[in-house]
């Protein structure tokens, strides 16, 4: 069975989970080089695919980083859904687990912060609008059900939702897109397993250290 290609294009030959592996070959491409742009042909070489099949899946470049952004953040949004849903367990363990999940989810896709943004500014205003509502705003959303049961649980003092979100962004978007501030300032140019783990507990610590009400 063929895979579905973009709107528009004329049927071809493609080899089978072809469209998957050109997004993970670009999602390897920009988390290896600390990039938020690929090039077709170091997509084609390193995939092993006909830069063509770009145009068949995606219609071009953008359509291809659209795709991605769009397939990194239904993971993200599914899980926080699936974290909310969750029976049983207190508002504390709920937000520990989240932050714990977002240091991880950084370190898989470091750049997504930054291509989210790049995507908003260069698309238009019905697009913009589209990746806010479908994956910004579920967040934000998401930041005020967990902080409100906390607070009505007492375990929370009162945090603006907003400026919690801004925090938690900042604090993993920064740290994983600074690949150049470790080369050089700690001669250290590789996000390792064992950074991430310092990195997250250091993380947890301080922002439910800011939280918690006692």
């Excluded at 070959?25 to 990039?35: C, F, H, L, P």
């Excluded at 795709?67 to 993971?75: F, G, S, T």
């Excluded at 508002?91 to 470091?110: G, I, N, Q």
Aim: proline share 3%; aromatic share 10%.
């Amino acid at each position: 069975m063929k895979e579905r290609p973009a709107s528009g294009q004329a049927d071809v030959t493609a080899p089978p989970g072809a469209r998957a592996l050109l997004l993970d070959t670009a999602s390897a491409i920009m988390r290896e080089g600390d990039v938020i742009d690929i090039s077709l042909s170091e997509l084609s070489l390193r995939s092993g695919l006909n830069s063509a099949l770009v145009k068949y899946y995606f219609g071009n470049k953008a359509g291809l980083l659209k795709a991605l952004l769009d397939r990194d953040w239904e993971a993200i949004v599914a899980s926080v859904d699936a974290l909310l849903a969750k029976d049983g367990w207190e508002p504390e363990a709920k937000l520990r687990r989240h932050l714990w999940k977002v240091v991880d989810t950084f370190y898989e896709v470091p750049y997504l912060n930054r291509l989210t943004m790049r995507m908003v500014r260069e698309s238009d205003d019905a697009e913009a609008r589209r990746i806010a509502d479908c994956y910004l705003s579920p967040i934000y959303r998401a930041y005020e059900q967990l902080i409100g049961d906390g607070v009505r649980a007492g375990v929370f003092r009162e945090i603006d939702p907003q400026l919690f979100y801004f925090t938690v962004t900042g604090a993993v978007d920064r740290f994983f897109s600074a690949r150049l501030v470790l080369k050089h300032c700690f001669d250290q140019d590789t996000l390792t397993e064992e950074l991430r783990d310092r990195y997250r507990e250091h993380t947890i610590d301080i922002i439910m250290a800011g939280i918690l009400a006692r």
